[in-house]
């Protein structure tokens, strides 16, 4: 059974170190609802450049302009097959997020229409912020704060985070480009890459690879390779088209057989665009969002031809000489630097550097959903997954008898954490009690790992401990290496080990 519950930790975790992380984009929010959710109590502080949640999948708004609204940036998510993340079942209970019903279709070079399944970003279940594409970041944040009581996460917004420095007691401090100190903390999540990604030295003239440069002299091997990987890691830009059209017009827009159009291969290389996104404002008026192809920044008037041109068969032909559209009343460009990193990403295994208490999480750690939102939100569950798995870890080491209650053992199953918790006798997991018909439940195991929960029943097998619902098993031969199987029409197995307890981190943690 997936344990669809976020309570059970809260009353067995004692005090987890406080985190400082870098974005409050998908990875940053979802990192922080996942960890508030497994019962983290320690306090997170999110630092984010732009001026609200959502980073790459945010909504660009105007102070001025109450009605306009923009996603710049990612205009819907998508999730391939495989077990949903974790946190999408209360994202779309709790109205954040609804599905994608838009119409959507692929241009082609000859100027027809063909089905949008071609795209990679339209496959699977599509899915779109309830009035924006920020409200995915702000749901988040509200599946973080409604966990309580530990205080929610804070948010520092329109603060770039310019400098970092471990501290020698270990920790970590953030400093600003003038030199104040922003915050300190026990551990240090990176869930962009801009501090640890020689891209920075170019845009903006930095003399160094921030974390590169704070990672000096601390001798973690597994930082070291981290940070080798993410410097030699290729980024993609994009330069987006940002046009409003006035409700005349708007009204011609919003009757087009599309509010989404991919450009396929040939396409691309006629126009130059890789997509259109039109999204209606409350006033009547739409928003007109075109990707363009290529890396280098292109003008507005020379995008803005581009769509006319493609858009010909369904908005006829512009006036002799001009490149302008008919209504459009404010035009703008969004160039993104490092919008979709290049394949293959940073290894899962290099997530966590427990030495210099160094974490990463974000789109660009290679697995499924990589450079998507779907992978943002994945790898942060894995993250989080990691992180209380390590407290525990720690907090056995010390002899917490609050964590030896939960006779909790972690182990490494194919590279990644996992946190196994045994309740014996007639109990449920904590938070998800069913006495139904008057019945009790019995033992189960609550394996937590990557971004799965999941709480097994026993077996009544003879012999040594196993667990499953059907899909998955564990169990116990050999409690220092468990068998760990799913059941996915053919059999996959897990190779796992028990992972020794290492030392606690500094700070009374
Ligand atoms: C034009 C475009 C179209 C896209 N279309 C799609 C799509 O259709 N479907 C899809 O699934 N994905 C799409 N994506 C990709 C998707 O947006 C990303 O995969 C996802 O948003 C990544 O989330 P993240 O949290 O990993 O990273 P980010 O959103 O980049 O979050 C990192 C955050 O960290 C902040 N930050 C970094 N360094 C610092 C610092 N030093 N100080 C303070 N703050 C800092 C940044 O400001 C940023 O907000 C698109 C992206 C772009 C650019």
Redesign the pocket.
């Known amino acids: 059974m997936a344990g669809s519950s976020g309570e059970s930790g809260q009353s067995r975790r004692p005090s987890a170190p406080s985190l400082a992380v ?9 990192l922080a609802a996942g960890l508030r959710r497994g019962g983290w109590d320690g306090p997170i502080d999110l ?4 001026r609200g ?6 909504t660009r708004r105007s102070r001025q302009d109450a009605a306009w609204r923009l996603d ?7 999730l391939l097959e495989g077990p949903e993340p974790e946190l999408v079942a209360p994202l779309r209970s709790g109205d954040w997020i609804v599905p994608w019903r838009e119409p959507a279709a692929e241009l082609q070079a000859d100027g027809t229409l063909g089905p949008a399944e071609a795209d990679p ?2 496959r699977g279940a599509l899915y779109r912020g309830r009035l924006g594409m920020d409200d995915l970041c702000r749901g988040l944040l509200a599946l973080a704060q409604a966990q309580g009581p530990p205080p929610s996460p804070t948010g520092h917004y329109g ?4 400098h970092l420095e471990a501290r020698p007691d270990g920790g970590w401090r953030l400093i600003e480009a003038t030199g104040t100190v922003l915050g300190e903390a026990d551990w240090l999540v ?6 640890a990604h020689p891209r920075a030295m170019e845009r903006f003239g930095w003399s160094e690879v ?1 974390l590169q440069r704070a990672a000096e002299g601390l001798g973690d091997g597994a930082l070291e390779t981290a940070l080798a990987a993410l410097a030699s890691m290729g980024m993609q830009s ?1 330069t ?1 088209l940002m046009l409003t059209i006035e409700p005349t017009a708007a009204t011609r827009w919003l009757a087009l057989p599309f509010r989404l159009l991919g450009f396929d291969g040939p396409a691309q290389q006629r126009w130059g665009l890789r ?1 259109l996104a039109i999204q209606p404002l409350a006033d009547g008026r739409c928003g007109v ?1 075109a ?1 363009s192809v290529t890396d280098a920044v292109v003008d507005i008037a020379a995008l803005e031809g581009a769509v006319a041109s493609a858009l010909v068969p369904w908005l006829g032909e512009r006036p002799v000489g001009g490149d302008a559209l008919e209504g459009v009343v404010q035009r703008q460009l ?1 160039h ?1 630097g ?3 990193p290049v394949a293959p990403g940073l290894s899962p295994t290099a997530m966590l550097c427990p030495a210099s208490r160094v974490a990463f ?4 750690i290679a697995g499924q ?1 990589f ?6 939100l994945r ?2 569950q894995a993250l989080a997954a990691q992180l209380l798995a390590m407290v525990l870890l720690l907090c056995l080491a010390l002899g917490s008898p609050a964590a030896a209650a939960a006779a909790a053992v972690t182990y490494r199953c194919d590279g990644d954490l996992l946190l196994a918790t045994s309740d014996n006798g007639a109990v449920d997991a904590p938070g998800l009690p069913n006495t139904s018909a008057g019945t009790v439940p019995g033992a189960t195991v609550l394996l937590e790992w990557r971004d799965l929960r999941l709480q097994l029943p026993r077996t009544n097998n003879a012999g040594p401990p196993s667990y499953t619902d059907g899909l998955w098993w564990w169990s116990l031969e050999d409690p220092q290496q468990p068998r760990f199987l799913h059941r996915r029409g053919a059999i996959e197995r897990f190779s796992c080990q028990a992972v020794a307890a290492g030392g606690p981190p500094a700070g009374g943690h």
């Open positions: 870098i974005g409050a984009g998908v990875a940053g929010c979802a630092w984010e450049a732009g949640p959502g980073g790459r999948a945010a710049h940036g990612a205009p819907l998510l998508n970003l339209l603060t770039l985070v310019r990176l869930s962009g890459t801009l501090l921030p994009r987006n997509r969002v990707h969004m993104w490092a919008a979709f999480c974000g789109d660009f959903g450079g998507r939102i779907e992978g943002a790898s942060a």
